[in-house]
């Protein structure tokens, strides 16, 4: 079975203050200190970019990567909910 060339979403914390930034790889190996040299950390890999960017937005409101993959869930949810009713 062959694999997909699926992006794999990562969060990344500054390391000049608390600010965080969501990035996409395509290679199927862990981003290193050496690729990324301008975060202290990297929270990931995230399934959704959807869930990415909820963990940029709302940072304490999950404490799990599986925590913001069902935010992204129930917030696509409440959004089809929203148009099929207007």
Do not use: D, H
């Amino acid at each position: 079975m062959v694999k997909r060339n699926r992006s794999r979403w990562y969060v990344g914390v500054l390391k000049a203050g608390v600010n965080r930034e969501a990035f996409a790889r395509y290679e199927y190996n862990e981003p290193t200190a050496e690729l990324y040299p301008a975060y202290s950390y990297v929270i990931g890999p995230f399934r959704t970019e959807k869930a990415a960017v909820l963990c940029v937005m709302f940072p304490s409101a999950a404490s799990t990567v599986a925590g913001y993959e069902r935010m992204s869930k129930l917030y696509q949810a409440q959004m089809i909910g929203k148009e099929i009713m207007l």
